[in-house]
């Protein structure tokens, strides 16, 4: 599997943004979508994930103002943003958690700004 992510940018505090995460390859693998980010001198954090009876859970910092969702049509995972705040700034990465050799596949980041 390969992803790959896009969507991020510049955005105003109180805005959205959208990212997308295309997989391609060995897709019928794919358990569980999972957005992370990292902010500068930060660990990387789960953002929020979603599995493949569609179950969503939520880190509490971006709970009732993110949402995340995957169209199996389309291979691609999705990471709605409303609400963004400044602390939201971070590079956003998704990942995949498949059922055979390797588990874990990541994407690679895509930058979201929150910053009047």
């Known amino acids: 599997v390969q992803l790959q992510a896009s969507g991020g940018g510049l955005v105003q505090p109180g805005g959205s943004l959208r990212l997308s995460c295309a997989a391609s390859?060995?897709?019928?693998?794919?358990?569980?979508w999972e957005w992370y980010r990292q902010a500068p001198g930060k660990q990387r954090e789960l953002v929020a994930s979603?599995?493949?009876?569609?179950?969503?859970s939520y880190g509490d910092s971006v709970k009732g103002r993110f949402t995340i969702s995957r169209d199996r049509t389309k291979n691609t995972g999705f990471l709605q943003m409303n609400s963004l705040k400044p602390e939201d700034t971070a590079v956003y990465f998704c990942r995949v958690v498949r059922t055979e050799i390797p588990f874990f596949v990541w994407g690679q980041g895509t930058q979201v700004t929150v910053s009047s």
């Open positions: 979603i599995n493949k009876g569609g179950s969503t």
């Open positions: 390859g060995s897709i019928f693998s794919i358990n569980v």
